[in-house]
């Protein structure tokens, strides 16, 4: 098989008519036999996707004669040739799933300033003082994040202004939001400054750049991705490596997340190799160890009611 790659970008840009880019980006990755998810709306593109490395490129190299998406921070990584089932071009009110919701931010007028991968890393080793905000959702916290940063409990993007009391003690310090690849911090730190934040970064590329230049260093754990391959990782066999992620039930070191089998529970979850056999063996599946919610579910009920 040619060697696999996926690529991760996103770009801010004013569209005037994204169904017509929706469709000109379909026929490209058609084209090249691209596989994996785009978002387009009238604020701009979402992409991550996989396919052969000379085929990706080509396709970078055609989508950039449209000067709309020139400058673009690319994040390339090894990809596996199953990251994504198929192609999925969409049209979307906002590209981040969940974003906040309650303000219009425009990270092309208001946004945190850029922070390269090789500042963040002398910041963190000189002692500079600084404070690292990660702007992931907590099950993504669970299984890696920087040493030392703080992770609000975001169930949902858009529960930022919810959770804004717990670090405006921060709005005269210095603050560097994180994400996977960069897109929510564009409007996570605008959002910030809106709300009084005075000096305020966001890492340039995302988490992701940040491993690849610094790998099991400083970046504890996996980086969780929404992709076939759920957690990345660089030279996981170097003891530097550091499982931060636990087991769900019994709390042991585990870095494996799944979905409960029960269909009207679906919960995500870490189950070490050993609570993932015992399951096994008890249930016939990999499902909640202590019962799911479909014992207590709304859905859960109805079910019930329906086998009666």
């Not at 921070?73 to 990809?79: A, E, I, L, P, T």
């Not at 979307?92 to 922070?115: A, F, Q, S, W, Y």
């Not at 919810?162 to 730190?189: F, M, P, Q, Y």
């Not at 039930?249 to 189950?271: D, P, R, T, V, Y």
Request: hydrophobic share 35%.
């Amino acid at each position: 098989m040619k060697e696999r790659q996926i690529l991760l970008f996103y770009k801010y840009v004013h569209l005037e008519n994204p169904e017509a880019v929706r469709d000109w980006i379909f026929d490209l990755c058609q084209q090249y036999n691209l596989k994996g998810r785009l978002i387009v709306a009238a604020e701009g593109i979402n992409f991550t996707f996989e396919g052969a490395v000379a085929d990706t490129e080509a396709f970078l190299v055609d989508m950039q004669k449209d000067e709309r998406f020139h400058h673009i921070h690319f994040k390339r990584s090894v990809g596996t040739g199953e990251a994504f089932p198929k192609l999925s071009v969409k049209v979307r009110d906002e590209i981040v799933t969940g974003n906040l919701g309650v303000c219009d931010i425009d990270p092309n007028e208001v946004t945190g300033k850029h922070l390269p991968p090789t500042e963040l890393h002398s910041w963190i080793h000189e002692g500079k003082e600084f404070y690292i905000i990660d702007m992931r959702n907590a099950y993504e916290h669970k299984v890696g994040k920087f040493a030392g940063s703080i992770c609000p409990p975001l169930e949902n993007f858009r529960d930022l202004p919810k959770i804004i009391d717990s670090i405006k003690h921060l709005k005269n310090k210095t603050v560097v939001t994180v994400c996977t690849g960069g897109v929510r911090c564009e409007k996570a730190s605008g959002y910030l400054i809106t709300q009084g934040f005075t000096d305020v970064y966001q890492l340039d590329g995302g988490i992701v750049s940040y491993m690849e230049l610094y790998p099991n260093e400083d970046f504890e754990g996996k980086l969780y991705v929404f992709d076939r391959r759920l957690m990345l990782g660089f030279y996981t066999d170097d003891p530097k490596h550091k499982v931060i992620g636990t087991c769900d039930h019994c709390g042991a070191a585990s870095e494996q997340f799944i979905n409960c089998a029960n269909k009207a529970c679906n919960k995500h979850m870490i189950l070490c190799d050993q609570c993932q056999t015992d399951t096994i063996a008890k249930n016939g599946a990999r499902v909640c160890p202590d019962g799911c919610k479909d014992n207590t579910s709304f859905w859960g009920k109805i079910k019930k009611l329906w086998k009666k």
